[in-house]
């Protein structure tokens, strides 16, 4: 990474780190590296997972299994293609939306050909009610594959903007995805918990290394090539791996600040063209940075939402908002709807490495959360 | 294309033509439009050509024919990528040697894993000879494959600089192999011509909407990106449909090209940064560009190739030297070897539409004559 360095800068794919006092410049982009790296040494290890089926039974090859295991390469290789396009061109809002679905499409459409499960279990409490023990979703299941993918790759996307985070919560994501891979490699559905181990182990080597680089102080951004690339190999791992319900449990505060950002990314609130939090050179701190707007101007939507960010989110200390009269008319300073600005409305203001830390231990939190949640709890909704 | 003009000229993805009197900025490497164009129609109809597999006989579904389409795919996105990643930030020129290598390496994993044809049958001729019809050639099979995809994917990018020509060679050498794969399409090896029918008809689409705008006057150029993107799926077409040898018959310019190219690419007579035909702005004609050294000074090879271009191809009028004493020394004057700027010593300047117009002809002249080797000859070599 420090080597191509140059290469970036000289190509303009560089951005300012604002929340340093000398502005600095920085490559952009360089997820493309880790990403290249990665889509090399599976192409290296193609035949690994098949060896003992190519050795010992060639007849029998499992040509099934071996064809979603290339077609998650696919997906892969397709939004690195797609996110470094987007790095390098600044491709517009709706297009983010459109790439995953397109990334995603031989995925799904794999998944059809391959005959996979679109029936999910119901959970006990529910099963008196429905009357049946799991239900077919056809076409739905479909669909929410697609929509898991588009939520994968942006939920890490919209959950950045200070050093570290965007690799340091990849990392801790993917860390968690192996654990869980490894505890059920052993069980009933072992081959698809090695197939996505075998996806997860590469990237959790090159998301470290761009780690290094990335944290506090960042010698390198990562670049949207790398939150989609990390995107959409989780939701590969998890749909080829049959725990998509688990993948989200894993990504509890992005499932967070997702929910909590909906009223801004859907512009039921006003959204500045950046939410990252503001830097206060004199005392080196970042503080929640905020949105203007009148409230009584904003859609009956918006001003729901509004209601409840001043109502309920505000006690709760996970907004700030504060109200002036002018020219007669109510003005709203509320804190962007981020779950890093919570942070710093809860917390005050800090240390920009202090508060990655803060955020990577919620993420930890958080993934021991899920393994309760997924082993003990499970047990009681699904039974044995 | 032309709607994104604005977008690729923002992201400092442009150059200017240096064969128009005003020099314009034109956008740079709009082949990758074709390029997510063509994916997004391949990623669409992916189960196509396995819909009566999937109706009819689900149980005995061709997994093993499933799996090389994905696998066609997977190489052409990869390409694409690191195609796009070349133009963006300028990779050295190692790097495009090693890049089709990386994203060829599945197709030949997966070649392997299917247990791929690595025998070639031997010419009628030489069978005597030899003593055997047909030869295992084993490692070295996979080795020509690889060697196959550097050669294909590299052949257009050196034969390029005037408008329309990458595309329009392009254009052409994918309509052959169309109309090749049609007349196969019934006969014995019908699924491997299909399957590379399938590959090349939304490519020509994709390729004649780029060639008009690509075409003289330019409104874009195609970048690297296509030229790497076309060679790998041709590469990737005649591996998969196992008519690697015609595909080579197909390119027979690009072939010439790449060996009149050869002392100047591997550096034994110097090679300038770029090889484009001079821009004659009174006459609006384009010159054959010149290279100066002292033959003195060449290695031994470099003398031997100055050797050959100045007694055999400078009568054959391939190639124009002129031979100066400098200071008691000898300084040559010789055209670039290449197949543009041979055809300029050949038939004298001209004009750069009428330039584009010839070489096109004459890689529709070669066609005519790639077609009348692989029936008629082949014939006589291999037997019916």
Redesign the interface.
Known sequence: MPRCRQ??L????SGRDMAKKDGRVIPEAQG?LAG?VY??LL??F??LP?ADA?LNN?VD?P??D??LF??A??CV??M???G??DD????RWLVKLVLPC?AS??LL??Y??N?GWTRVVVPLPLRPLLGVESCELGPLYYAYMGMLAVFCTNAINIYAGVNGLESGQSLLIAGSLVVFNALEAGGEFAYWHRLSLHLLLPYVGVCAALYRFNRYPAQVFVGDTFCYFSGMLFAVAGILGHYSKTLLLFQLPQVANFALSMPQLFRLVPCPRHRLPRFDPAKDQLQPSTVEFCPARLSLLGRLCYLVASRILAPLRLVACKVELHDGEERASMTNLTLINAALVLFGPMHEAKLTRLLLALQIACTALAFAVRYPVARLFYGA
Chains 1, 2 share one sequence.
């Open positions: 290469l970036f000289d190509a303009g794919l493309v290249a889509l090399c192409f290296a193609i035949p098949f190519m060639p090859f040509h099934a071996f064809v290339i077609t390469l696919l290789c397709c690195l293609f797609l470094f396009a390098a061109l600044n491709l397109v499409l031989p459409m794999v059809y050909v005959r």
